[in-house]
């Protein structure tokens, strides 16, 4: 059964610093994993999409990267901003389209 | 457009009641997902159509009852629910679901609050 962990649950930086959010699961058997943004009380919103032959995807300030064969995924935020605040989630596509989402990480940047 | 629409935003209703949720996508999509959402927790999937035909029903309660009228369209009917099943509903589309791994577009969620 696949399981998908972040790590840490809860960040908090001053405005201007760099997040760095750390993704794992256990089977390495995914079509992709994607980055998610939540804020409070609303639906998610898709950040990023790493198709499993990929190694990277850049959208303006986040790039994250995947490797597949250690079950790990990293998404950075450059020169974060108070509106970066959210909780950011990961998810991996299984075969069947199910994703399989971690816990999220919370993330708090200060003015 | 990518914009998947869910109405009603905040619902609340008795455990005798019957209500419905909607979901609305005009993408073109052909696949259309149901999640459960608890505070502080991640999605949890409760049913996937695909070509309007349920293709996944992640052993969820009888008391939920998904329709797919149109490609466009799908509902969630609830029945007898019970204050535990309080929580967000978000419904997402993608392009064909499946194995073929496409971005999931999510709409905003229902709250739903049971008596």
Redo the contacts between chains.
Sequence with gaps: KQEVTQIPAALSVPEGENLVLNCSFTDSAI??L?W?RQDP??????LL?I??SQREQTSGRLNASLDKSSGRSTLYIAASQPGDSATY?C?V???????Q????TQVVVTP | DTE?T?TPKHLVMGMTNKKSLKCEQHMGHR?MYWYKQKAK???E?MF?Y?YEKLS?NESVPSRFSPECPNSSLLNLHLHALQPEDSA?Y?C?S?QV?????D???????T?LTVL
């Design positions: 079509y992709n994607q998610f009380g609303k639906g998610l919103t898709s999409l198709q499993s989630l998810a596509t299984d075969s069947w389209g199910k994703l989402f971690g816990a999220g | 998947v869910q696949a927790k991640p999605p999937l996937v695909s996944i967000l978000l997402a993608s679901g499946g194995g073929d791994g971005t999931q577009y999510f709409g905003p969620g709250r």
